[in-house]
């Protein structure tokens, strides 16, 4: 299994210019989240999804839209990329409790470079 | 303040020392903590989920203080391959869905 898989893994935009991130997993996992991390902060919620057909924002969701149309996919849209959102961005997917109740572990993509000049 | 605060470091540590650090959580209602090891320029994973007893795999051992409101790791028998940054991880209700607050992490380096 591939898990869960970003692309691209770098990417350079100019003002104003869009862009989608898209994330796919082959685990069935129904939760699926967009992070960003930027130096000296942690990981931050963008937005996420508990199911397909649904989305949520996080919180730091502005800039950012997404759409889970298949449960596979979860996928990130910048309509108008600003230098604020130079970033790395991080999908994630997990099933968020296992059968004995505990938590389940977050699975990540491998991140996408993202600079905004 | 930040929800979940974590030393920067670097924690420079002889292979073969321990090294113990923590992180500090605001929400006293958190009910599930972890442990997520970061490689440079890698994605996180789980290294430990962190349970109210305390709980230890091999080398690492986790503890929870609810009291103080912090948990912390400890690593011992260092080797170089446990230099990394160490997230701190800590979630709030059991039906908080992507309310997972991420600390900026601890830079750990394990030297020769």
């Known amino acids: 299994n591939a898990g869960v898989t970003q692309t691209p893994k770098f990417r350079v935009l100019k003002t104003g210019q869009s862009m989608t991130l898209l994330c796919a997993q082959d685990m069935n996992h129904e939760y699926m989240y967009w992070y960003r991390q930027d130096p000296g902060m942690g990981l931050r919620l963008i937005h996420y999804s508990v199911g397909e057909g649904t989305t949520a924002k996080g919180e730091v969701p502005d800039g950012y839209n997404v759409s889970r149309l298949k449960k596979q996919n979860f996928l990130l849209g910048l309509e108008s990329a600003a230098p604020s959102q130079t970033s790395v961005y991080f999908c994630?997917?997990?099933?968020?409790?296992?059968?004995?109740?505990?938590?389940?572990?977050?699975?990540f993509g491998s991140g996408t470079q993202l600079s905004v000049l | 303040r930040k929800e979940v605060e974590q030393d920067p470091g670097p924690f420079n540590v002889p292979e073969g020392a321990t090294v113990a650090f923590n992180c500090t959580y605001s929400n006293s209602a958190s009910q599930s903590f972890f442990w997520y090891r970061q490689d440079c320029r890698k994605e996180p994973k789980l290294l430990m989920s962190v349970y109210s007893s305390g709980n230890e795999d091999g080398r690492f051992t986790a503890q929870l203080n609810r009291a103080s409101q912090y948990i912390s790791l400890l690593i011992r028998d260092s080797k170089l391959s446990d230099s990394a940054t160490y997230l701190c991880?800590?979630?709030?209700?059991?039906?908080?869905?992507?309310?997972?607050?991420f600390g900026a992490g601890t830079q750990v380096v394990v030297t020769p």
């Open positions: 991880v800590v979630k709030g209700r059991s039906d908080s869905w992507g309310k997972l607050q």
């Open positions: 994630a997917s997990s099933n968020d409790r296992n059968d004995r109740g505990r938590e389940e572990k977050l699975f």
